[in-house]
């Protein structure tokens, strides 16, 4: 009866592990929350590879992990939140011959779409 229940306790344990999504991200003053949200109904997955949005597994842009991490966005503007929430916004303004088109997200929503990327 032991070996069950501990077995039981570690997979418990483990289903816990998921990284959770803080309420707000300090560098955009977006909400990752909402921003997972935005990503699956602006079809971001329909491109892009994205960790945590359920269907995001396209690999026509770059997967989108470890966003944080990365030196330029688009390869063409540095990695910050202000570069980021422009490119959301109006990606061809950055780089005019980019494939990533304007798909009508706010500024507001740019922000919580960075938070999210950021945050995981």
Known sequence: ?????SRL??????????????ESEPATG?????????IAQFGCGACHTIP???GA??????????FRKRT????????SAAQLIQWIVD????APNTAMPAVGVSEEQAR?????????
């Open 72 to 79: 330029y966005i688009g390869g063409v503007a540095t990695n």
């Open 1 to 5: 009866m032991a070996a069950p229940l």
């Open 91 to 94: 990606p061809r303004q950055l």
């Open 52 to 54: 945590g949005v359920p």
């Open 9 to 22: 306790i570690v997979v418990l344990l483990l289903a816990g592990c998921e990284r959770s999504l803080p």
């Open 30 to 38: 977006g909400d990752p929350r909402r921003g997972q949200a935005l």
């Open 112 to 120: 919580d779409i960075a938070a999210y990327l950021y945050s995981r």
């Open 57 to 66: 597994t396209a690999t026509v842009g770059p997967p989108l992990q470890d």
